[in-house]
C-alpha cells in the first residue's frame, strides 16, 4: 500500500534542520489553549485540529463562535481563508501523480496539505522518483498532522500557565518560520515576485476588502509574476 | 462532546477539505510541466506570501495585542538570524518567541 521506506524518509522531516516541528508545534499549542478557553472539551479540540488541521481555519472558527456566527457563515469565512489551499494543490499533486499509484492515495492525503508540509515537499521533492513521491509526501503529511494533534493536547492542559505575554510569542512563530521559508523558496523570478508581490498586494488589498484580501492580493500578484517570469524566459 | 461544538467543526472541516479535494480533481488534468502548473505555482506562493504577510500586519488574536513597531522588529530580526545562521530554520523561530515575549512585556 504506502511504500514504507518512503515514508519514514519523508516522516523523518521533522528531524531536520528546515523542522517545522517547533513551528507548527507553538502554533498548535496556542490554537489548544484558545480552544479550551472557548469551551472546547480535550476532545473536540483534538477532533478538529485532526479533521481540519490548516490553522488560519480554526482561528477564524474560533472568532465565528464567539460572535455566534451561523453554521453557513462559518462555512464561507472558512472556505475563503482556506481558498489558498485551491492553488497549493494544484501546485503540488501534479508532482507527485504518477499512473502506477491508486487514485485514493491523492484524495486522501491531500489532507496533509498546510503551508508546513507544502514548503518541504516542494522544495525536497526533485530528491525522489516520482513514483515513490506520494509515500514520500504521506510521511511528511503524517509527521506534521501528529506534531499539530500533540501540541493541541499539551496547549489544552498547559492553557492555564500560557500567560499573554507568552500566547504572543507564540503567535509569532508560525509568519517568522513561514516568512523564512518563503524567502529561502525565493530561487527563480517567478517565485520570487510571486513572493514579493503577494507580500505587498495582500496587506494592501485588505484596505479594499479585509475577506478577500487574500485571494484578490495573491491572484493579482500571482499572475503579475507568472506574465513577467514567462516574458523573461522568452 | 456538544452536538453544537461537533457540528461548526465538522462544517469547519468541509470548507477546509474542499479547495484541497477540488485541488486534486483539478491536478489530473494538469502536467507539471505546462503553462498552467506555472501559473498556479506563482498564485500559490503570492496568496501565501499574501497570507502571512497579513498576519504581520492585521494579526487576529494574541499578536494583535503587540505594537506593529514590535512586530517588525522581531520579523526582520528573525530573517537577519535565518541569513546569519546559514538558513537554519529553527534558531529564528525560537529567537522570535523569546525576542516578541520580551519585548512585549517590556512595551506594555
Given at each position: 500500500?504506502?511504500?514504507?521506506?518512503?515514508?519514514?524518509?519523508?516522516?523523518?522531516?521533522?528531524?531536520?534542520?528546515?523542522?517545522?516541528?517547533?513551528?507548527?508545534?507553538?502554533?498548535?499549542?496556542?490554537?489548544?489553549?484558545?480552544?479550551?478557553?472557548?469551551?472546547?472539551?480535550?476532545?473536540?479540540?483534538?477532533?478538529?485540529?485532526?479533521?481540519?488541521?490548516?490553522?488560519?481555519?480554526?482561528?477564524?472558527?474560533?472568532?465565528?463562535?464567539?460572535?455566534?456566527?451561523?453554521?453557513?457563515?462559518?462555512?464561507?469565512?472558512?472556505?475563503?481563508?482556506?481558498?489558498?489551499?485551491?492553488?497549493?494543490?494544484?501546485?503540488?499533486?501534479?508532482?507527485?501523480?504518477?499512473?502506477?499509484?491508486?487514485?485514493?492515495?491523492?484524495?486522501?492525503?491531500?489532507?496533509?496539505?498546510?503551508?508546513?508540509?507544502?514548503?518541504?515537499?516542494?522544495?525536497?521533492?526533485?530528491?525522489?522518483?516520482?513514483?515513490?513521491?506520494?509515500?514520500?509526501?504521506?510521511?511528511?503529511?503524517?509527521?506534521?498532522?501528529?506534531?499539530?494533534?500533540?501540541?493541541?493536547?499539551?496547549?489544552?492542559?498547559?492553557?492555564?500557565?500560557?500567560?499573554?505575554?507568552?500566547?504572543?510569542?507564540?503567535?509569532?512563530?508560525?509568519?517568522?518560520y513561514?516568512a523564512c521559508m518563503?524567502v529561502g523558496?525565493?530561487?527563480?523570478?517567478?517565485?520570487?515576485?510571486?513572493?514579493?508581490?503577494?507580500?505587498?498586494?495582500?496587506?494592501?488589498?485588505?484596505?479594499?476588502?479585509?475577506?478577500?484580501?487574500?485571494?484578490?492580493?495573491?491572484?493579482?500578484?500571482?499572475?503579475?509574476?507568472?506574465?513577467?517570469?514567462?516574458?523573461?524566459?522568452? | 462532546?456538544?452536538?453544537?461544538?461537533?457540528?461548526?467543526?465538522?462544517?469547519?472541516?468541509?470548507?477546509?477539505?474542499?479547495?484541497?479535494?477540488?485541488?486534486?480533481?483539478?491536478?489530473?488534468?494538469?502536467?507539471?510541466?505546462?503553462?498552467?502548473?506555472?501559473?498556479?505555482?506563482?498564485?500559490?506562493?503570492?496568496?501565501?506570501?499574501?497570507?502571512?504577510?497579513?498576519?504581520?500586519?492585521?494579526?487576529?488574536?494574541?499578536?494583535?495585542?503587540?505594537?506593529?513597531?514590535?512586530?517588525?522588529?522581531?520579523?526582520?530580526?528573525?530573517l537577519?538570524?535565518f541569513?546569519?545562521?546559514?538558513?537554519?530554520l529553527?534558531?529564528p523561530?525560537?529567537?522570535?518567541?523569546?525576542?516578541?515575549?520580551?519585548?512585549?512585556?517590556?512595551?506594555?
Amino acid at each position: 500500500m504506502v511504500n514504507s521506506k518512503y515514508f519514514f524518509q519523508g516522516f523523518s522531516c521533522i528531524k531536520r534542520m528546515d523542522s517545522p516541528a517547533i513551528a507548527l508545534g507553538c502554533c498548535f499549542i496556542a490554537i489548544g489553549a484558545l480552544l479550551k478557553n472557548l469551551g472546547f472539551s480535550i476532545q473536540e479540540s483534538i477532533f478538529s485540529t485532526l479533521l481540519t488541521y490548516a490553522l488560519p481555519g480554526s482561528l477564524v472558527m474560533a472568532e465565528s463562535l464567539l460572535v455566534g456566527a451561523s453554521l453557513i457563515n462559518i462555512f464561507l469565512a472558512v472556505w475563503l481563508v482556506n481558498a489558498r489551499l485551491y492553488p497549493m494543490t494544484v501546485a503540488l499533486m501534479p508532482l507527485l501523480m504518477h499512473e502506477s499509484q491508486p487514485r485514493w492515495k491523492y484524495y486522501l492525503s491531500c489532507h496533509f496539505i498546510a503551508v508546513s508540509a507544502w514548503l518541504i515537499m516542494k522544495s525536497n521533492h526533485e530528491k525522489i522518483e516520482k513514483e515513490n513521491r506520494i509515500d514520500f509526501w504521506i510521511g511528511i503529511g503524517t509527521a506534521t498532522w501528529s506534531v499539530a494533534i500533540i501540541g493541541t493536547i499539551i496547549g489544552f492542559i498547559a492553557s492555564d500557565y500560557l500567560n499573554k505575554d507568552m500566547m504572543i510569542g507564540l503567535a509569532i512563530v508560525n509568519p517568522v518560520y513561514f516568512a523564512c521559508m518563503m524567502v529561502g523558496a525565493m530561487k527563480t523570478i517567478q517565485v520570487t515576485l510571486s513572493v514579493i508581490l503577494g507580500a505587498i498586494l495582500g496587506p494592501l488589498f485588505f484596505f479594499i476588502s479585509p475577506e478577500w484580501s487574500i485571494l484578490f492580493g495573491g491572484f493579482t500578484a500571482g499572475t503579475i509574476a507568472f506574465f513577467v517570469g514567462e516574458l523573461n524566459d522568452k | 462532546m456538544t452536538s453544537s461544538i461537533v457540528l461548526v467543526i465538522l462544517v469547519t472541516s468541509f470548507a477546509t477539505y474542499l479547495s484541497r479535494f477540488l485541488g486534486v480533481v483539478s491536478s489530473e488534468k494538469i502536467k507539471e510541466t505546462s503553462k498552467w502548473f506555472r501559473w498556479f505555482n506563482c498564485l500559490a506562493y503570492s496568496t501565501l506570501a499574501a497570507l502571512i504577510a497579513r498576519t504581520i500586519i492585521f494579526p487576529v488574536g494574541a499578536l494583535d495585542e503587540a505594537s506593529y513597531l514590535v512586530r517588525f522588529i522581531v520579523v526582520l530580526a528573525s530573517l537577519l538570524i535565518f541569513y546569519l545562521t546559514k538558513r537554519n530554520l529553527v534558531y529564528p523561530t525560537v529567537f522570535s518567541v523569546i525576542f516578541l515575549s520580551l519585548l512585549s512585556s517590556f512595551y506594555q
